[in-house]
């Protein structure tokens, strides 16, 4: 069954780092271009990175460009959002998906979701 399952996140204070980890099935990951997004409590979902399957394309939200690094490692089947210099305004529930075609800013181009893990940034 198709799955992916995301990891890593944690309470830091403003200006610390976290990286976070998504595993997928082989069935999902080997040919799929993957994000993260993240949903803050009162707030719709917002697009956060974007990353092509051979990870030769990335794509940034706004508010966390150059603060944020996607990557992908094809042979463990990972991507990872790495983050620096985080800001109360990154807490949020930051959920890795995988399918897009075409825009990877639009949830409704995914056809897969992790079941999100907790970022907690305090000042």
């Known amino acids: 069954q198709a799955q992916l399952v995301d990891s890593g996140g944690g309470s830091v204070q403003a200006g610390g780092s976290l990286r976070l980890s998504c595993t997928a099935s082989?069935?999902?990951?080997?040919?799929?271009?993957m994000g993260w997004f993240r949903q803050a409590p009162g707030k719709e979902r917002e697009f956060v990175a974007g990353?092509?399957?051979?990870?030769?394309?990335?794509y940034y939200g706004d508010s966390v460009r150059g603060r944020f690094t996607i990557s992908k490692d094809n042979p463990t089947n990972t991507v990872f959002l790495q983050m620096d210099s985080l800001e109360p305004e990154d807490t949020a529930v930051y959920h890795c998906?995988?399918?897009?075609?075409?825009?990877?800013?639009?949830?409704?181009?995914?056809?897969?979701w992790g079941q999100g893990t907790q970022v907690t940034v305090s000042s």
């Open positions: 990353i092509s399957w051979f990870g030769s394309r990335t």
């Open positions: 998906a995988a399918g897009w075609k075409i825009v990877p800013q639009m949830t409704d181009e995914y056809k897969y």
């Open positions: 082989g069935r999902i990951f080997s040919s799929e271009n």
